[in-house]
């Protein structure tokens, strides 16, 4: 009896000692990601994104809120004054708002303002987003997200079209800590996050994409119609992509040759073209292969101890001048892209090819060359000789089959019907436990505009007005700890507003998103996780992970101009009256002018 009952006093020990020292196992009933159904949002209208006039004028706008948190994102208070439209709601853990404002749009006057008040629930962390338009277009329509009570600055958005959103996202938890999208972090972020990684295979882990990456500049190798409107997919160029966080890289490289002579050549060239095997070719060259080389290598060495793979097609050659065909490539020209390709550093030769890469750990590839982690090239060899080479195992250059992929393009122009299709394909994947979906998913998250539409508003604006604002309240609403992509391929990665591509002009929501994602969204999902959520395990418990960079509480202005260090009382758009005829949340007008209270 009395031994019994010391073995179960032994075994109650034993719980204790589990769920109470370490506290380190996931179990379903702590799950905070909630499934409350959220306000329905608007896609950009096609007319409007068209017609560069009434997209100027525009009075309707959205800021869309993502909480990557295991806290609800609580509205406290809005105040309004002469705005037609000011709908901000709660954001439950995990999800995201799309928030609706319109302004009154007079040409007289121009004082229509608002803000919303947040608590992060749980915390005692505010954010404030505030409205303020000086003139009725587009140009004037700012946007202040202002997350200085948390430490983590303050800035000043303008839209990039007419109904399109201004997105802030928040990830990690009060524990962990807070981090807001207004600014990027360190760029090694797998290495940040490895231990809650480190023991995911490949296909349970969420990464930024680039598509046609090398595309951040056009070079004008080939004699082709291609041009910046048409042709040009990214605005900053691999090493930047890089730090914005992207670890999946779609490269089209081709062999450039002169008019008339197959056997010579210019080098190797990014192109992105029509058709890579017709007869003429339309389209551009980008980035010269050599100085993507020098460019990963410029990152790796910064930010050692990341997994970086390059999915390489094209494999051809083209004249200079566009109509004489591909040139097939020898394997001598085979061999010279592979001597090229060793002076990537980081490579990781002779990996195990009795598993696919999507099931081997991330630690598997960032634990490699002394920690320093791998660049992994993956070649398409569909345009390939059956006599040339299609991997060099020793090199660490693999053929694309190593991996076990998924690539989901839905070749649609208009992003309310794109939108859709992505997220039915994901839906339609289980992750974790029996039924684990096995392959690497991508999805890409780009629109696929004909040639009219694309010369006419060009390939950017698609990008930063149409299709990437809603990936953050149409996509992220639809993932969950249990479906997800792998790779969320975009265009102009990091570019939040037409041509402002310097390093503080970005803007990090894709940073933030697959932090977030990683670290809090999948970690809910115990079949894939059994250790405890990294953002829910008690502080000294898990690493509380600063960034490298040192607090920052600045602010940066829409024009670009950056303030480290503001007087403290500094907030611009702040409303210091309420003015007779503000209307609070709750439907109350003020009839008389008031000190804002809130302040
Ligand atoms: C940018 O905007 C801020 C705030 O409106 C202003 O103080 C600053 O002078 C502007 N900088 C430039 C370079 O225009
Ligand atoms: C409406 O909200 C304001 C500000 O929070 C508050 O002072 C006022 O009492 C509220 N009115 C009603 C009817 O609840
Ligand atoms: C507030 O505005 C209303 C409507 O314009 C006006 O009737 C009222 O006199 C104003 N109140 C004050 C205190 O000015």
């Not at 410029?298 to 097609?313: L, M």
């Not at 890409?444 to 698609?462: E, K």
Request: glycine fraction near 10%.
């Amino acid at each position: 009896m009395r031994i019994i009952r010391s073995l179960a006093l032994v075994a109650s020990f034993a719980r204790l000692l589990v769920s109470g020292q370490n506290g380190d196992v996931c179990r379903p009933q702590d799950r905070t990601y909630s499934d409350e159904t959220i306000p329905a949002g608007s896609f950009q209208p096609w007319d409007l994104f068209l017609n560069p006039v009434t997209n100027r004028a525009s009075a309707r706008f959205y800021v869309s809120i993502v909480n990557l948190t295991p806290h609800r994102f609580v509205l406290e208070h809005t105040h309004q004054y002469q705005m037609d439209t000011f709908s901000f709601g709660d954001i439950p853990q995990g999800r995201a708002r799309q928030n609706a404002v319109k302004y009154r749009n007079r040409w007289a006057t121009q004082d229509d303002a608002g803000e919303a008040y947040y608590r992060i629930d749980g915390t005692d962390q505010r954010f404030v987003v505030r409205l303020k338009g000086s003139a009725p277009l587009v140009e004037n329509r700012k946007v202040i997200l202002d997350l200085s009570g948390m430490n983590l600055g303050q800035r000043e958005y303008k839209f990039p079209g007419g109904e399109t959103s201004v997105t802030l996202v928040i990830a990690g938890s009060a524990r962990w800590g807070l981090y807001a999208s207004i600014r990027h972090d360190r760029g090694g972020w797998m290495r940040w996050i490895y231990d809650t990684i480190k023991d995911r295979p490949i296909r349970h882990l969420i990464m930024p994409g680039s598509h046609d990456a090398g595309m951040s500049r056009i070079s004008n190798k080939i004699l082709s119609i291609g041009t910046v409107f048409n042709t040009q997919t990214q605005g900053i160029n691999i090493y930047d992509q890089l730090r914005a966080g992207s670890r999946w890289f779609d490269l089209r490289v081709a062999s450039v040759h002169p008019a008339y002579d197959s056997g010579r050549y210019d080098g190797f060239w990014v192109l992105h073209v029509n058709n890579e095997m017709a007869d003429v070719v339309v389209g551009n060259s980008g980035e010269s292969l050599d100085d993507v080389i020098n460019e990963i290598n410029r990152f790796t060495g910064e930010n050692p101890g990341e997994v970086i793979f390059f999915s390489v097609r094209y494999l051809v050659g083209r004249y200079q001048v566009p109509d004489r065909g591909p040139i097939v490539w020898t394997p001598g020209i085979m061999n010279d892209f592979f001597s090229k390709l060793r002076a990537i550093n980081n490579r990781c030769a002779n990996l195990d090819l009795g598993t696919g890469f999507q099931n081997q750990k991330a630690s598997y590839f960032m634990d490699r060359n002394g920690g320093k982690g791998c660049v992994i090239f993956m070649l398409n060899g569909q345009n390939l000789r059956e006599d040339v080479p299609k991997e060099s195992l020793g090199d660490g250059i693999y053929a694309a089959g190593r991996m076990g992929v998924r690539d989901m393009w839905s070749d649609k122009m208009k992003v309310d019907a794109l939108a859709p299709d992505q997220i039915n394909g994901w839906r339609a994947m289980k992750r974790g436990g029996s039924g684990d979906y096995d392959q690497l998913y991508i999805a890409q998250w780009i629109s696929t505009p004909d040639a009219v539409a694309s010369t006419a508003v060009g390939l950017q604006a698609f990008a930063i007005q149409q299709t990437n604002p809603s990936l953050y309240w149409s996509g992220v609403n639809s993932i969950s700890p249990d479906r997800f992509p792998n790779v969320i391929l975009v265009d102009y990665i990091g570019v939040q507003q037409k041509d402002q591509t310097g390093w503080d002009q970005l803007s990090a929501e894709m940073y933030w998103l697959t932090i977030g994602l990683n670290l809090y969204t999948v970690s809910e999902n115990c079949e894939i996780s059994k250790r405890r959520s990294p953002v829910l395990r008690a502080r000294g418990m898990g690493l509380r992970s600063r960034g490298s960079e040192k607090p920052w509480n600045g602010i940066i202005f829409a024009n670009g101009t950056k303030i480290d260090n503001p007087p403290p009382d500094y907030h611009p758009g702040r409303i210091e009256l309420l003015r007779n005829g503000t209307v609070f949340r709750n439907g109350t007008v003020l009839e008389r002018t008031i000190p804002n209270p809130w302040v």
